[in-house]
């Protein structure tokens, strides 16, 4: 069974950065979209961008110019570079994987990483 694991969350200040990591335990991590969500208490779990197999990406309004999501399908591992992070961006950040091509709701996620906590503040 797919496993992720999420890694890089933590405190920055405003206008900083981070980057995510989700790496699988499958070795065929390329056959997965992989997409990433993030969730704040008492509020539903949002998509945040995503990764196809065939490396092409969407990302959400909020995210585009910002965040970027990237593959190393060899390392078995997706990233999210986030930039110029605000305080609205604090969340429980999670990815996620669906078998095939398609950009899943998170409805129809095949599997989920247990989440990293992600602080913007100062």
């Known amino acids: 069974q797919l496993q992720l694991v999420e890694s890089g969350g933590g405190l920055v200040q405003p206008g900083g950065s981070l980057r995510l990591s989700c790496t699988a335990s499958?070795?065929?991590?390329?056959?997965?979209?992989i997409r990433w969500f993030r969730q704040v208490p008492g509020r539903e779990r949002e998509g945040v961008a995503c990764?196809?197999?065939?490396?092409?990406?969407e990302h959400a309004d909020f995210a585009r110019g910002r965040f970027t999501v990237t593959r190393d399908n060899a390392k078995k591992t997706v990233y999210l570079q986030m930039n110029n992070l605000s305080p609205e961006d604090t969340a429980v950040y999670y990815c996620?994987?669906?078998?095939?091509?398609?950009?899943?709701?998170?409805?129809?996620?095949?599997?989920w990483g247990q989440g990293t906590q992600v602080i913007v503040s100062t």
């Open positions: 990764i196809r197999t065939d490396g092409s990406v």
């Open positions: 996620a994987a669906l078998y095939g091509s398609s950009c899943p709701p998170a409805s129809l996620v095949d599997a």
């Open positions: 499958t070795t065929v991590l390329g056959i997965y979209t």
